[in-house]
């Protein structure tokens, strides 16, 4: 589950992904959603990996937000959590030699 929460992270949040299952487990699965205007915007303007908009397709997907507990019993939710950050507080160009 870490793998998917890194995945949803790198390629389809806009946000940081923290997985809080405890599953440390490989697990195979399919996840099929329809994307809203939040997912997948490093990919905008490219031929990444979008997928169409629901618009009136009553057979489209549901949303992420769904889809997760619909067909994989597990949710996706906002909160705070810790995580592992980078700070970069000074940078200056080096001295010539």
């Known amino acids: 589950m870490t793998d998917f929460a890194h995945g949803m ?6 946000k940081p992904v923290v997985d809080h ?3 440390t ?4 699965f399919r996840l099929k959603w329809t994307p809203d205007d939040s997912q ?4 905008r ?5 979008l997928q169409p908009p629901a618009g ?3 057979n ?5 937000y769904t889809a997760m507990p619909e067909q994989l ?3 996706i939710e906002a909160g705070k959590a810790m995580d592992d950050v980078i700070v970069i507080d000074h940078v200056e160009k080096p001295s010539p030699n």
């Open 9 to 14: 992270q790198g390629a389809v949040m806009d």
């Open 21 to 23: 299952t405890g599953l």
């Open 25 to 28: 487990d490989r697990y195979n």
């Open 40 to 43: 997948f915007a490093q990919f």
């Open 45 to 49: 303007g490219t031929n990444g990996p």
């Open 56 to 58: 009136d397709n009553p």
């Open 60 to 64: 489209a997907p549901p949303s992420l």
């Open 73 to 75: 019993g597990l949710k």
